[in-house]
């Protein structure tokens, strides 16, 4: 036991060792979030966050939505080409058909995907312009965010913000 400034005793707990996958309870903005974001809910913020350049956002939440992209980017690239020769008469005016609604169809997602890169360099705590940097960029989408809030924002907490790790202390 030891005194602490009151006088009172205080009880000291030595060698207890928290793991990261802990449940305890942590403040809001501490530590990673437990569970990766769901599918479809990548999707919706991502989409729903369009035209949003601030905050961050979680590797779950920014690889799910590269994956709906590229699922999305094959059907709509097929129903561009169809389109397009059932429009075209010759080969040159079904390549035009072909890019155009395919230009068309993608222009929707097209900011989605500059501004989840970009909230996901803010959870490394990187400029959004960082994403523009080949194999970089790729470097920084892989790696796990910043534990802790930064000049960008809380942590993400991918919907849930009861289950979020408490933070990695620094040694």
Not at 87 to 112: C, Q
């Amino acid at each position: 036991m030891q005194s602490g400034q009151s006088g009172q005793p205080q009880t000291v707990i030595i060698g207890e060792v928290m793991s990261p996958f802990s449940t305890t309870s942590v403040g809001v903005g501490m530590g990673r979030p437990l569970e990766a974001m769901s599918f479809s809910a990548a999707i919706w913020t991502c989409m729903s966050k369009s035209f949003v350049l601030e905050g961050r956002a979680s590797r779950s939440e920014f690889w799910w939505f590269w994956v709906f992209t590229g699922i999305y980017g094959i059907v709509s690239q097929g129903l561009a080409i169809g389109l397009a020769f059932l429009i075209g008469d010759t080969d040159m005016e079904v390549e035009i058909y072909a890019n155009v609604f395919s230009m068309l169809f993608y222009l929707p997602v097209w900011p989605a995907v500059i501004c989840s890169g970009a909230r996901r360099m803010h959870d490394n705590d990187l400029s959004g312009w960082w994403q523009l940097v080949p194999f970089y960029n790729l470097i920084v989408f892989c790696q796990e965010g910043d534990q802790h809030p930064n000049q960008y924002g809380p942590v993400p907490d991918n919907g849930n913000s009861a289950g979020l790790r408490p933070p990695i202390p620094y040694a």
